[in-house]
């Protein structure tokens, strides 16, 4: 199951620096272990926000919540989710 996902952080302004460096290269670990293994298809940054536009690939929504709300930086996230399906006018047979 394809799903649309729209992180917006918003870090505490009095959150001090090294942590907020921390949790932002944790975050990065998890992101990029989610990407070798398929689940997390794209990520994109939203020119001038500090924003992703993701492209998740998850089993079900309890799965796609699970690993959003384990998210380091899910605290400090608002998060969209847009459920997919195929365009029948797709000619891609990458993206079911
Ligand atoms: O920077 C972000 O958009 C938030 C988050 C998503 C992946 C990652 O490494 O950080």
Redesign the pocket.
């Known amino acids: 199951m394809l799903f649309k996902v729209e992180?917006t952080?918003r870090l505490p302004a009095t959150m001090p620096a090294a942590e907020a460096d921390a949790l932002?290269k944790t975050?990065?670990e998890v992101?990029q272990g989610l990407m070798r293994d398929g689940t997390w298809r794209h990520?994109w940054?939203v020119a001038g926000r500090?924003?992703?536009v993701s492209i998740f690939d998850v089993d079900s929504v309890e799965q796609l919540h699970q690993l959003l709300s384990g998210?380091p930086?899910f605290p400090y996230m608002d998060v969209e989710v847009v459920p997919l399906c195929r365009h029948p006018s797709s000619i891609r047979d990458d993206d079911r």
């Open positions: 992180m952080v932002k975050e990065r992101a990520l940054r500090y924003a992703n998210l930086l």
